[in-house]
């Protein structure tokens, strides 16, 4: 598979469980970006990581929010205590260092909290 | 503040029609800017960026720096460009902001 791979697909979950996405970037991608889309509205992004590093968080985020890339690989994004406003279709991209602006989107794992 | 603005969120044009899909930015340095395209059932996936100045799929879309725009066009619409256009910035720290959205619908 050459393309970015997120899991799950779909989450269905109740208000205040602790949920974890996971994101396979394209290999060799340096650059993870993470984003949350919402009905009708365009991706927000969320937090990009360069390699292991998270070298951008949005202020939007709030501290329940955590991502992380442990070995430049993979990255999880965890949320706790999910509210209901959390609902939404959570995208990773992945880009390489030498054309860091072009991004290659997964499918998106689409949350609903109830 | 940084921000892209789609003002049409629906677009309806005939086959063989032009097409322009507007997005207006707010930005104070120099973004680069993008066009990216969702077909049903598929990812989110690049169709253009300022930078590289070229015709992909018949589409085209032009920087005006004075009229902070980046409009998607094409001459002739096909049934097949059917789909949700993001507008989207590049600018400081590598940090990106999508438009929300148009959908094109392209009628036979």
């Known amino acids: 598979d050459t393309g970015v791979s997120q899991n799950p697909r779909h989450k269905i979950t109740k208000r205040g469980q602790n949920v974890t996405f996971r994101c396979d970037p394209i290999s060799e991608h340096n650059r993870l970006y993470w984003y949350r889309q919402t009905l009708g509205q365009g991706p927000e992004f969320l937090t990009y990581?360069?390699?292991?590093?998270?070298?951008?968080k949005s202020r939007l985020l709030s501290d329940r929010f955590s991502a992380e890339r442990p070995k430049g690989s993979f990255s999880t994004l965890e949320i706790q205590r999910t509210e209901q406003g959390d609902s939404a279709m959570y995208l990773c991209a992945s880009s390489a260092l030498i054309a860091k602006n072009i991004q290659y989107f997964g499918a998106g794992t689409r949350l609903s909290v109830l | 503040a940084q921000r892209v603005t789609q003002p049409e969120k629906l677009l309806s044009v005939f086959k063989g029609a032009p097409v322009e899909l507007k997005c207006n930015y707010s930005?104070?340095?120099?973004?680069?800017l993008f066009w990216y395209v969702q077909y049903s059932r598929q990812r989110l996936q690049l169709l253009l960026r300022?930078?590289s100045r070229e015709s992909i799929k018949g589409f085209t879309a032009d920087l005006n720096k004075g009229e902070t725009s980046f409009h998607l066009k094409k001459p002739f619409a096909q049934e097949e460009d059917s789909a949700m256009y993001y507008c989207a910035l590049s600018g400081d720290f590598n940090k990106f902001y999508f438009g929300s959205g148009t959908k094109l619908n392209v009628k036979p």
């Open positions: 930005y104070s340095g120099s973004p680069e």
């Open positions: 990581f360069q390699n292991e590093a998270q070298l951008e």
């Open positions: 300022h930078i």
